[in-house]
């Protein structure tokens, strides 16, 4: 027999109730999810200020903007001149017109959609890791951790948020849920079909402590993580 | 650099605990670093008021997932299948790293970077690879430190927690030929700056899994520094290897988990990087694998599943709380057990994994205070599962002929107060003359290395006789 038919065998031959059918199963789970729901975790509030606090408490730099024109000129100023950026190919970034702003402060920018990162595309992979910036759009903020979610799709590679020195995340304020657990649903749907490959929830800048648990910014991600929550982004 | 030379090895773990007791400088390494984490992980499990019932749902979803393991991991394989990934099943650590080995050299690969995995430690993987004749590159700095000073990981989520800044500043200049620093900032920019190059070559990434979500075949992987997600979002392919027990329900359970595991690992809320990882790379995304391996290894899990005891020991997250918190390994190190899964936990799981001959002073290594039992996340009974392994190993020993008559006498005198009350008034009579200077008494077995207390003046009997005197007369 294989190792694949001993393993079921083996796991067959044990369960608890030998006759647990499917229904129990079922039913012992929904009795668990029940326990699970009542806890405190999954009752606070989709709090603002808590994400920002939280947040910055892991170490994220964070600002509040009230719309995408002050987030814009937030950004063009954070950024500088002079830098290399990538952007995601999303919708609210095109509205913010930041490759114009960019090209303005004679910083290069591309956007994701832009860039053959092919697995083998050598040269896609270095301009990513020598880019300053890699500025990405937010599925969802968790107001009791400070971190939100980011996904993998044709707008926005897994690189855009791993490779560049400083990772920008803009998050409008209606996308804060109070913990991971309404998040849940979010990454059902992202795991399945028309989803994505790659969900990350991303609480902090790129850390480590594994020398005598000093804390280090940076170890292989981005070494500075930003969050710019936008209230209004009509 | 090292100064110890006993191998670390289960069967060595007198020699080993011998070794490490009497070196200030490596206790103080641990020391440092275990009430570090404590002390986080105290103030942000403060979040939650109700932090035992979470304790509780976690372990009854442990318990509920390993009841139904067969059906779970039918699940698993199915949506994880559908979704693109390739799922391998291994019955042991042989076959898990010859499975992994023979992807991993296909089609002419030669470089391997691989993120921190216990179950990669546990069937010693990266020498497989390097045997396999891969460069198999440890891409988690703590592991990087070790893989350079060839020594086996110490913590299961701090791998070089045993070693002082010095020592890694030394081992940095002498094998990557730099200027010597003990800056910690410094040193971790000189990795960076060797790995990245390194991720961005590499043909393979292997990993590790910390949840497996059955209702979509979802992988869960949670890391600090970004090794992982570099290592699973460079490379062509990405291997990764997992225990059965990792599987969870769904979703909501993982949120809890991901709640309780950061938190009892590092005191972190939530760690930096949470990766759920479904299938290979899909038409129209820009990056990740073109091939995801998921490699489901047994290696003696299901001999612990139909244990009726130990069975528990699988529900194990792995956030090392119980290390931290253990007064053994806060002395000792996790090299002193000598087994890649030290402290509480390893101490019932290796006997399971490295065969309870060879590892059978492990489960003697603790004092039984129940620390770990009360910081264990999914709730494991650890101290008694320890007592379980005692009491098992004890009765096939059937120990020394002279110990047994002892343990005889000493019943049936302790079952009469008479008796007793005499042989107590015996010792305090006698004790004097085994008198060691103020350390206690000399005695020969136990006392060998430790000073036996010398008893007090008068029995607990009596001081309880005149206080209830005393008290009467006032
Ligand atoms: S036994 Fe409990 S405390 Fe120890 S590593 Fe496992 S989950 Fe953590």
Request: glycine share 8%; net charge neutral; aromatic share 6%.
């Amino acid at each position: 027999m294989s190792a694949r038919e001993n393993l079921y065998a083996a796991l067959a031959g044990m369960s608890a109730e030998p006759s647990a059918s499917d229904m129990e199963k079922g039913a012992a789970l929904q009795s668990l999810q029940h326990r699970l729901r009542a806890l405190e975790f999954g009752k606070r509030g989709a709090d603002v200020d808590l994400f920002l606090f939280r947040a910055a408490e892991a170490g994220t730099k964070v600002h509040r903007c009230s719309s995408l024109q002050e987030a814009a000129s937030l950004l063009s100023t954070h950024i500088g001149t002079g830098k290399h950026c990538i952007l995601a190919s999303d919708p609210l970034i095109d509205r913010m017109e930041l490759s114009r702003i960019l090209a303005g402060n004679q910083c290069h920018s591309i956007r994701v959609t832009d860039a053959d990162l092919g697995v083998h595309n050598a040269d896609a992979r270095h301009g990513y890791a020598a880019a300053d910036f890699g500025i990405t759009v937010a599925q969802a903020g968790l107001a009791d951790s400070g971190a939100i979610l980011i996904s993998s799709s044709q707008n926005e590679s897994r690189s855009v948020s791993l490779l560049p020195v400083e990772h920008v995340a803009l998050l409008p304020a209606d996308r804060i849920v109070p913990s991971l657990l309404q998040a849940a649903p979010m990454l059902r749907a992202m795991a399945g079909d028309g989803g994505t490959s790659a969900a990350t929830l991303v609480g902090g800048p790129s850390k480590t402590a594994d020398i005598e648990k000093v804390l280090v910014t940076g170890v292989h991600g981005p070494a500075v993580l930003t969050i710019i929550v936008i209230e209004n982004t009509v | 650099m090292t100064k110890f030379t006993t191998p670390i090895e289960p069967e060595n773990i007198k020699l080993l605990i011998a070794e490490r007791i009497h070196d200030p400088q490596l206790r103080g390494n641990i020391a440092r670093a275990t009430k570090t984490s404590l002390v986080k992980r105290a103030v942000v499990v403060e979040d939650f008021p109700d932090w035992e019932e979470m304790r509780g749902v976690a372990h009854d979803i442990k318990r509920h997932v390993m009841d139904n393991a067969g059906k779970y991991l039918a699940q698993f394989e199915e949506r994880a299948s559908s979704a693109g990934a390739q799922v391998h099943f291994a019955a042991d650590a042989e076959q898990a790293s010859r499975i992994v080995c023979d992807i991993a050299a296909r089609h002419g690969r030669r470089v391997a970077v691989k993120s921190k995995s216990m179950t990669g430690e546990e069937i010693d993987l990266t020498h497989a690879l390097e045997r396999a004749g891969l460069e198999a590159i440890e891409t988690d700095l703590g592991e990087y430190i070790i893989q350079l000073a060839g020594e086996p990981p110490s913590h299961i989520t701090a791998p070089a927690l045993h070693k002082s800044r010095g020592e890694i500043g030394q081992l940095f200049a002498e094998k990557l030929g730099i200027a010597y620093s003990d800056d910690p900032e410094y040193l971790t920019k000189v990795a960076r700056r060797i790995l990245r190059e390194d991720f961005l070559r590499a043909d393979v990434g292997v990993s590790g899994v910390n949840f497996a979500v059955a209702e979509s075949g979802s992988i869960c992987i949670v890391e600090n520094e970004g090794n992982a997600r570099l290592s699973t979002t460079m490379p062509k392919v990405h291997i990764a290897v997992m225990g059965f027990e990792k599987l969870l329900p769904d979703f909501e359970s993982l949120s809890l988990f991901l709640n309780m595991l950061g938190r009892s690992a590092t005191g972190q809320r939530i760690t930096c990087y949470t990766s759920v990882l479904t299938g290979p790379r899909r038409a129209g995304e820009h990056d990740g694998p073109e091939e995801l391996h998921i490699v489901v290894l047994d290696n003696g899990r299901t001999r612990m599943l139909s244990d009726p005891q130990l069975r528990e020991a699988l529900f194990c997250i792995r956030c090392g709380a119980c290390m931290n918190v253990c007064p053994v390994y806060q002395k000792i190190g996790g090299h002193g057990y000598g087994s890649i899964y030290p402290g509480p936990i390893g101490s019932i799981i290796t006997p399971v994994f490295r065969g309870v001959e060879r590892a059978a002073a492990m489960p003697f290594a603790s004092s039984l205070c129940g620390a770990c039992s009360e910081i264990c996340p999914v709730r494991i009974d650890l101290h008694h599962l320890l007592m379980t392994w005692r009491e098992r190993i004890s009765e096939k020993r059937q120990g020394k002929i002279a110990e047994r008559i002892a343990m005889r006498l000493f019943q049936f005198i302790a079952a009469r107060t008479a008796y007793f009350d005499f042989s107590g008034r015996l010792f305090r009579m006698f004790a004097p003359l085994l008198r060691d200077s103020d350390r206690g008494l000399r005695t020969p077995v136990w006392g060998r290395t430790r000073a036996f207390p010398a008893p007090p003046e008068k029995s607990f009997k009596q001081l309880w006789a005149e206080k209830i005197e005393r008290e009467g007369e006032a």
